[in-house]
């Protein structure tokens, strides 16, 4: 069957058109910039560092560059045919509605269980600054306040994001400025530590630049949101387009640059590292008065706005999912322009992993988080996948779409491709990471044959 019939989609199922267009460019502005700024660079970069050493930044800069090419490929794909859907109903246009089912409701999966983490990792936060409060409480309490603003028109979430990402964007900046001049010798009070810890380049050689690596690439999850909100934009395209165009300087920016300023000012083997965080370590090794402390505000915010951000994502995802005839019909329901059967439902799933991470620590939780393991590399293998097939078809259809384009393609793509191939091959070296793969493997391959199975039931009927 051609793909031109067989990934055919209802125009306003494309477009999410019961959605609402709430979100102001200033928003999706914003929800960009601090998307780039997520709870993994804050919290989850210390074992890398302490794995890789300064060749951290090394491990950074080559995910970086493929984060960049996954981000122009969804681009392209995104201005051409903006959806709630994103990168699923891509996948289903280009390839089937089997690989939109499997790419739609493995990020589901992802996104709702990452609620429950984010949530139990600020509350952990909290609780530290207020012993003898029950974590789960404070969970629930967070769950209840992002529910609720998810539940309400979507310029709420706009704004929450808005705000959070101003505080992390700030902060972020304030600590790379303070940074530059702590290395450069200039900032008051400290001396320059020149080069001397980034003497041993590689302390664990190959096999810690590659742990780091793949610590790293795990840390950029989060970006594909941006294109998920474009859909409810004032301006989708051009909403879309100014995201992706920016995200260069971004990752260069944020993630590399304060990963150098880091392993420059710190030892890469000093024990707060890991159990701080780099940030806050950095800044108390500069003897900067709180500065550790508000780090911490920092780090609590980002997790707050990376929960809001999933429940946000996840609700949209389930609905472009069920509109496309992916899912139960209820989850499609819309009120005041927002999904909030699909909302609640994206909640439960979420506090739900959070009681599973006390009642079932050691088998359920931990047999679900191998198998989110490894969804955002299937996702990134989709949205190339996608991309290959469609850009000839914009081509030849409808070349005035073609708004972002994908640099050097189709070179790019299959490098961008072959990049991801090897992140596999390097997971499957590490017992940790090859039990995430062969459990996200195993979860996504049951997606796609009842993906394909749902495919043939209505292609009968």
């Known amino acids: 069957m051609p793909s031109s019939t067989k990934t055919k989609t209802p125009p306003q199922q494309q477009s999410g058109a019961s959605l609402s267009h709430g979100l102001k460019q200033r928003h999706l502005s914003m929800i960009a910039l601090g998307g780039v700024i997520g709870a993994g660079l804050f919290v989850g970069s210390g074992a890398g560092i302490a794995a890789a050493g300064p060749s951290i930044v090394i491990a950074y800069t080559l995910s970086g560059l493929l984060v960049m090419l996954v981000m122009r490929m969804l681009g392209e794909m995104s201005a051409a045919y903006p959806s709630s859907g994103s990168f699923s109903a891509h996948a289903e246009r280009a390839i089937g509605p089997w690989a939109g089912f499997a790419a739609g409701w493995s990020f589901w999966v992802l996104l709702c269980t990452a609620v429950g983490l984010e949530g139990i990792g600020a509350a952990h936060i909290v609780s530290g600054w207020l012993p003898g409060t029950p974590e789960w409480a404070w969970v629930a309490l967070f769950m209840v306040v992002f529910c609720g603003a998810n539940l309400t028109a979507v310029k709420n979430f706009g704004e929450f994001e808005f705000w959070f990402a101003a505080l992390k964007v700030g902060a972020i900046s304030l600590f790379l400025v303070l940074g530059v001049l702590a290395v450069a010798g ?17 302390p664990h050689g190959s096999d810690g630049l590659l742990i780091g690596l793949l610590a790293s690439v795990f840390a950029y999850g989060g970006l594909e949101t941006v294109t998920i909100a474009a859909a409810e934009s004032e301006n989708p395209v051009r909403g879309v387009a100014s995201a992706v165009r920016t995200a260069m300087w971004r990752i260069a920016l944020f993630y590399i640059g304060s990963m150098a300023v880091v392993v420059t000012l710190v030892p890469w083997d000093s024990e707060e590292v890991v159990e701080k965080g780099p940030y806050v370590a950095a800044l108390d090794h500069l003897g900067i008065p709180g500065a550790g402390q508000l780090m911490n505000v920092v780090v609590l915010v980002a997790l707050l706005s990376a929960m809001n951000a999933n429940i946000y994502g996840s609700s949209r995802i389930a609905h472009s999912l069920v509109e496309r005839g992916q899912g139960p019909r209820v989850l499609a329901k819309t009120s005041g322009g927002v999904p909030r059967i699909a909302v609640l439902t994206s909640c439960v799933f979420g506090f739900a992993c959070v009681l599973l ?17 490894g969804v955002i590399l299937v996702v990134w293998i989709f949205i190339a996948v996608s991309q290959l097939l469609l850009r000839r078809r914009v081509e030849r259809e409808s070349p005035e779409k073609l708004v972002v384009r994908m640099w050097a393609f189709p070179f790019l793509t299959w490098v961008a491709l072959a990049g991801m191939a090897a992140i596999f091959v390097l997971m499957a070296r590490e017992p940790d990471t090859r039990v995430q793969l062969y459990s ?12 394909y199975a749902w495919q043939k039931a209505r292609a009968r009927s």
């Open 440 to 451: 996200t493997g195993g979860m996504t391959l049951f997606l796609a044959v009842v993906g």
């Open 357 to 373: 991470s006390y009642w079932r620590p050691d088998d359920v939780f931990h047999w679900l988080l191998n198998m989110i393991g």
């Open 186 to 202: 200039v900032l008051p009070g400290t001396d320059s530590p020149g080069a001397s810890n980034l003497t041993d380049f590689l």
